[in-house]
């Protein structure tokens, strides 16, 4: 019986027959269809053991495996799969590089509008001849804190969707600093001209704050439009006091004006929607609706006259007829203390407001701008400051940091936007860190160099300034470089590290200055110097890692 059974008389092999195959080639292997269904997931795979993972996800269990393929477990299918098919890396979707593109001229458009008040003074100059500089000073550093944290928490509530709240946190911020900065403008006494000028300043601030947040910068620059005119005319002739007051609060009004249309046309929240669009009447009929009407509860203690017949939430003590449940309202009954059921109140279900940040979170960015904001004091009033109102006032300088941060801001994005790339190309972390490296050092020295040109143009334009030395310049590229890397940090999010130097660095400077230490020059060139080589090296640590890269 061990021959085949259709062997007919006569006929005998010592062979097996030849059984047919498929298109006359050998049996094909099973692992081929399977390294073909999977091959996207194979050829990306960094190591086996992840293939085998996709595998016993799929349902494929070792029995399975020895059956089907003939391997003992996924393990080593695994590996043979890994070993079979070439890597080929899937790119990854070229939307992450996008998140930090940013337009050329729009941020070139908010340089323009950060540095154009600083016009106010040219024509303003009448008004505050004689005053004294600690109002100004004291106001501004007020605004810059304060507008700062501002921005940070409406930015916040900006990033998580609720512009409603980005726009509650502005109407009540924004107030509250020109308050705060009119307030300690005004604490010097006899100097009521420039207390009205650093009042004024303040509340130019936090109009523009209002408007930068919401994007409006082309309505700002139109806000700006009189004050820019005159402050130029003002440049060629000699124009009344009544004329330069009056374009000053022309451009102050517009400002003003154009922020709370801003925030009336801002899109609230469902439960905070404005209605009839945002309008003027339709405000005015939001806050007549909110004020307090006889028999109109809303909320807080009850007076005591109306004890008796208040409403209560707790579940009276005993089983009341026809309660509902231990929430329902009750009607307090005055005589003897008994309780009748109120009309059951369904709860309204209202859309769930998304955790919004912590008042603390904003509060480094503050002191970020109190310390940077101190440092560009430093470097345009430093010699009047520590000699006298006789001293030179680098007023260019200031003027060139001002219009540098709208190149900085984009550049800032364009490090962000190639560093992701950067980090696609590289296969290993010190290849990475060396293209971190090397497209910081590209962004940096383009925004120095843009800082140069800038402060060469301003200097020759601007009427009697004072010479662009090389500690003046040296000192003005280092201001710059600690700028950069500042905002380049806090950008990363490592906001208290940058604060915290710039805030030593000021607090250095001063306590130099005031102790006299040396020149102005000297020791402006040294702590820039400083602060420069300090933040640089936090940001090589800090940007070397490529988890801080993450979109």
Do not use: K
């Not at 085998?52 to 299918?77: C, K, Q």
């Not at 345009?380 to 801001?409: I, K, N, Q, R, Y």
């Not at 301003?458 to 009427?463: G, M, N």
């Amino acid at each position: 019986m061990s021959g085949p059974l259709w062997q007919g008389p006569g006929q005998h092999t010592d062979t097996l027959p030849l059984l047919p195959r498929r298109n006359g080639s050998h049996a094909a292997d099973p692992l081929d269809d399977l390294a073909e269904r999977f091959e996207e997931v194979i050829a990306g795979a960094v190591h086996p053991d992840e293939i085998a993972a996709v595998l016993e996800s799929d349902g494929m269990t070792d029995d399975h495996i020895r059956l089907t393929y003939g391997r003992p477990d996924s393990f080593a299918i695994a590996e043979e799969l890994y070993d079979r098919v070439p890597r080929s890396f899937p790119e990854p979707p070229r939307e992450a590089a996008g998140v930090w593109h940013a337009g050329l001229l729009g941020c070139l458009l908010r340089g323009l509008v950060f540095a154009l008040p600083g016009l106010a003074y040219v024509l303003g100059a009448p008004l505050l001849r004689g005053a004294s500089l600690a109002p100004l000073l004291a106001g501004a550093l007020t605004g810059w804190v304060w507008n700062q944290a501002l921005s940070h928490r409406a930015y916040s509530w900006l990033g998580l969707g609720d512009r409603g709240a980005a726009a509650r946190s502005l109407m009540l911020g924004a107030p509250a600093g020109a308050l705060l900065g009119a307030a300690v403008a005004t604490a010097s006494p006899g100097q009521w001209q420039a207390a009205a000028f650093a009042a004024a300043q303040a509340l130019y601030l936090s109009a523009a704050t209002v408007l930068l947040v919401l994007g409006r910068e082309r309505a700002l620059l139109c806000a700006l439009l009189p004050m820019t005119a005159g402050a130029v005319w003002a440049m060629r002739a000699d124009l009344p006091v009544a004329l330069r007051t009056a374009l000053l609060l022309c451009s102050l009004a517009a400002a003003v004006g154009l922020a709370a249309v801003a925030l009336a046309r801002t899109p609230r929240t469902p439960g905070t929607a404005v209605p009839g669009g945002g309008g003027p009447r339709a405000w005015a009929g939001l806050l007549w609706s909110r004020l307090p009407r006889p028999g109109v509860r809303r909320g807080g203690p009850v007076p005591w006259w109306r004890l008796p017949f208040a409403r209560a939430t707790a579940r009276p003590a005993g089983p009341v007829a026809g309660n509902t449940g231990p929430g329902a309202d009750v009607l307090l009954m005055p005589g003897a203390g008994t309780a009748l059921p109120a009309p059951v109140r369904r709860p309204v279900e209202r859309p769930a407001r998304p955790v919004g940040p912590r008042l603390g979170a904003s509060v480094p960015y503050g002191l970020f701008g109190l310390g940077t904001g101190v440092l560009v004091l430093y470097t345009a009033l430093g010699d009047v400051l520590a000699e006298g109102p006789g001293a030179v006032v680098a007023a260019p300088s200031a003027v060139a940091l001002t219009l540098s941060m709208g190149p900085a801001e984009w550049l800032l994005h364009r490090f962000r936007g190639r560093a992701v790339a950067g980090l696609r190309a590289s296969t290993t972390a010190p290849a990475f860190r060396r293209r971190a490296a090397a497209v910081l050092a590209e962004c940096l020295a383009a925004f120095l160099a843009v800082l140069f040109a800038l402060a060469l143009v301003v200097t020759l334009l601007w009427p009697d300034a004072p010479a662009l030395s090389g500690a003046r310049l040296s000192t003005l590229l280092l201001i710059g470089t600690v700028l950069w890397t500042g905002l380049l940090m806090q950008s990363f999010g490592a906001v208290v590290a940058a604060a915290a130097v710039c805030c030593a660095a000021a607090a250095a400077q001063t306590v130099a200055l005031l102790a006299g230490l040396g020149s102005p020059q000297v020791v402006g060139l040294a702590v820039a110097g400083g602060t420069a080589a300090l933040l640089a090296g936090l940001v090589c640590v800090l940007l070397g890692r490529a988890t801080a890269h993450r979109v």
